[in-house]
């Protein structure tokens, strides 16, 4: 079974502090990652993929199989980057049904 | 992208009723997902809705309790049936998007269960 653990559940920096939040997952066969967004009063979105490598706002994240991990990272927050970000990682099977982590909230204070 | 609707956006219902909540998509979508949040957890997937097929439950959720319509590809409503206080949460609904994993999301439907 495939289980993906975000630690945190709540991460406050500064304004131009670097951010990582954190990913690990399990997972037998090659995964795909995913980081999804949800800012404040909108709907759930993607927010970049491990397979496009890129760098979306200014996040990226590196899939590392030997620590299992899919770190989301920042190198200068900005305030409104403060939002919900849920990790994922694409199931087994046929179909693109995502198992989600339980979130991290990050606060990005001026 | 995919612009997605729910009805209703929120709604308190007694314990022993159900809700059916609606989802609606601009565009046609062959495949729709079915999201459970309950409160301080994360999204679980509950079903994936094909149409012209009965939905695919994932384990721990059974047709009985959360049936699921999927009448055209446009268009799928999920019933919780026989509510329980347990069964308060927010019910998002999400489309496959171009892009292996990529799903666009609802609004969700937030539901309290008194």
């Known amino acids: 079974a495939q289980r993906v653990t975000q630690p945190e559940k709540l991460l406050s920096v500064f304004k131009g502090a670097p951010v990582e939040l954190k990913c690990n997952y399990s997972?037998?066969?090659?995964?795909?990652l995913f980081w999804y967004v949800q800012y404040s009063r909108q709907r759930l979105q993607l927010l970049l993929r491990?397979?496009s490598r890129e760098s979306i706002k200014g996040f990226t994240a590196d899939l590392n199989k030997g620590e299992t991990s899919f770190h989301l990272k920042k190198p200068f927050a900005q305030e409104e980057d403060s939002a919900m970000y849920y990790c994922?990682?694409?199931?087994?099977?046929?179909?693109?049904?995502?198992?989600f982590g339980k979130g991290t909230m990050l606060l990005v204070s001026p | 992208s995919a612009v997605i609707s729910q009805k209703p956006s929120r709604d308190i219902c007694q314990r022993g009723t159900s809700l059916t909540i609606q989802c609606q998509v601009d565009?046609?979508?062959?495949?729709m997902f079915w999201y459970r949040q309950q409160p301080g957890q994360s999204l679980t997937l509950i079903a994936t809705a094909n149409q012209g097929s009965e939905a695919t439950y994932e384990s721990g959720f059974v047709i009985d309790k959360f049936p699921i319509s999927r009448p055209n590809l446009t268009f799928s409503t999920l019933t919780v049936s026989n509510m329980s206080p347990e069964d308060s949460s927010i019910y998002l609904c999400s489309v496959a998007g171009q892009g292996v994993g990529t799903q666009y999301f609802g609004p969700g439907t937030r539901l309290l269960v008194l």
């Open positions: 994922a990682l694409r199931g087994t099977g046929g179909y693109s049904t995502l198992t």
């Open positions: 997972y037998s066969g090659s995964p795909e």
């Open positions: 565009s046609q979508v062959t495949m």
């Open positions: 491990h397979i």
